[in-house]
Structure formats: C-alpha cells, structure tokens
C-alpha cells in the first residue's frame, strides 16, 4: 500500500500542472521513434478557452489601454535611459521617447497626464546579504487628469537579475507592511501626521484581530515579489498621500505586468488594509500567493462583489491575461504544495484573451465572472494541452502572447534615447 501511495504521489507531482513558459523561437526536439512525449513537461502550454461575457464598455477598454500606455512610459526607465523625466524647472507637461509615439495612445507634450515622481526600492535593511540587491522593482506614479486617477505604475521585469526575484518562489509567511510600528513611524517623519491619522488608527485597532484571523491560516505569498512589494511600499504609500491631499477627489489605481503585477498585488492590498479603497489592474501576471490569501484579498478590495465591469469600480481587481501565456501557470505547483494549502494561486476577476495582436477590439476580452476564486491546482490541470510536434509547439506559445496586450508594453525596453 505505501509503495502504491509513493509512486501516485510520484506521478501526481510531474502532473501537467508544470506549465511553463516557452520563449518564441525554441525549437523542440523530434520526439524519437518509440519514444512517447506524453510526460515531456517541457513541451505543455495552456490551453485555457475564455469562457464569460465579452466586455461591453468602451470606456472601461480606453481606460485598460491608457494603463498598458503607462506601464509602456514605466517602463522606459531602464538601462538605455530612454525616458526623460519633466525637471522641477521645466515643464510638466508629459514627455517621453519619439520612437514610443507610435506604440502609445498618450499623445506626447499632454497636459492630461503628468508624472509625479519615480518609485523606487529602498536598500535592503541587511547590507550583508548581498542577495537582496538582486531583488529590486521600479515604478511611477502618474496623474490622470482626464480620468482623475492617481495611478501607481510598477514595471515588468526587463533585466536578467529580475529572474532571481521570479525564481525566488519560496512560500513565506505574509506579514503586511501597514502592521509594523516601524513603518508607521517612518511614514510620519515624511509627511505631515494628520494625513496619516484614518489609517493609522485603523492599523491600530485591527492588529490584534488580524494576527489572530490569519497568523494560522497559511496565507504564503510569493518571497521574491514580497521582499520588493515591502522596500517599495512606503514610497508609494508616502508620495500617494501627498497626491490625494492636493486632488482629494481622484481615485487609486494600480497597475502592473508581468513580475510587476505580482508586486503592484501587494502593493494593493497594503493598502486595502488600512482602508485606502484602490482598483487594481495586472497584464499577465504570474500567480503570486496561497489559496487562503488569494480568497483574503480578494474579500478585502471587494472583488467578490463585482458583478459588472464599470468605469464606477471604486476598488476591485482586474486580471488581463492572454491564454496563450504560461507565464500566467508560474510558478507550477506540486503536490506538496497542495497537500499543505501553500500552492500559488490567483486572485482577481479574469478578463482573458487569446489575442496577441496590436488590433485587439473590445470583445475580445472575456470577463469570466463565474470563474472568480477558481483559479486552483485542479483549474491548471483541465486546462493545459499536450503538444506531439515541433510545429505545434512554436506555434501555440510565443513571447507576443506575454508583452503584447492591448499594447506592446516592453515597447520601451530596447529604445535608446
């Protein structure tokens, strides 16, 4: 009996839930005569066929495709240094790459959106730990001013090192930032108290309660996006409250692709935390926590509740992905992991597309309402495919489907000034 128990656990644990990326030009080899590909883990893809309501609000897909237009220009701060930032002394209106004009719908010289400040991760409390400097994030925080939104805008992962953040996938205890003295007291010195006296308080009165809710639980998070989300939040939490006391009436927005999604989703939950009501928008974002953390969040910001998808959401969160990315099933799960409630996991109403085309059209997202909270071990394993030849395995998964939604978001990446 418990040889037979260790070879299931075995087979189970090299399930097809291993999807795993495949770059664009990979060619797989010519399977051998007799040879069967069925357990070729590195040749399943996802599969997954939107299923829901094709979204039918207009001004809900402008406002989707202005955000990739942001994680664009987000994305312009990188080696090359193609984006130049409006100084203190010049104007403010927005001004980025000619080369990028023809990738964005943000007209260049606009007045409608302004860039507040850079984002970045703060030194790592341990200098020792040299590791820790691999882990590092970037963002901007924009103003929408046609929209009036304070968008936080958190980069995909454009540099080698930021391979050591994804594939830093330890499941680790959540403890969030807005439950640390020590974040609070630095926060004050930045800012003046009274903007931070709501929060504050609530954080207060609701530690107890919290730790005792979910310390045993199991909530895991992802450590590599964790360990970026917690040296970046109080910078955008500090310069977010600046922001909301000169324009009191504009609305929190979040977004993120790829790693930068993973991080923009904790970022978010900071700060649905201390009641700061935000909406968050990922494309293409890897799965980032466990199942009972994913269902907290998505609780918290009210995702639950959405039934339709409006430009009136005041807080809720929105997954843009292409199925036909399988950065979208990383990190894979195994069965430990399931056994243990520690398996990565999704949050978030799904919007989901098999397009990965410039030309998209508003139908060609799908909101699947009725698969909310349903992304699961079991969910991954209905919905990868096999793959028996080499043409059908480049044709199926290519790195367009990852970068390219509603806009070529690393359009940026490879532009010099």
Known sequence: ?????????????????????????????????????????????????????????????????KLASFLQITNCDNKHGALKLPSEAGPTSLQFPPKLEQFTNIPNNTTDVEIVKQLNTKKPSSKLDWTQYLLNGKGMLFLDHHYKKIVVSIRSDLELKDYFAIYSDQAINFWPQVYQEGFWKSVKKKVDPSMVEHPYTYY???????????????????????????????????????AKQQYPDYQLVIAGHSMGGSIASIISLNFHLVQVANVLVTFNSPKLWSESLANMYDRVSGTTQIRDVNMGLESGYLRLWNTRDAWNLFPPASLLSVVFSTAFKHSGLSLATEQNRLDMAMRDLVVEYDLLGKWDYEMEHKHCKFIKSTDEFVNVMSWDAHRVLLRDIWACVDLKP
């Open 1 to 65: 009996m418990l040889i037979t128990m260790c070879i299931c656990a075995l087979l189970l644990a090299s399930f097809p839930a291993d999807c795993q990326p495949v770059p664009r030009n990979f060619s797989a080899p010519t399977p051998k005569s007799g040879v069967s590909t069925s357990w070729d883990l590195s040749r399943i893809v996802s599969r997954h066929q939107p299923k829901g309501v094709p979204l039918n609000n207009e001004d809900v897909f402008v406002f989707l495709d």
């Open 204 to 242: 207060r009165s609701q530690y107890w309660g919290y730790y005792w809710r979910n310390y045993f639980k199991l909530n895991k998070v992802h450590s590599g996006y964790s360990n970026i989300a917690d040296r970046m939040f109080e910078d955008i939490f500090v310069e977010y409250l600046k």
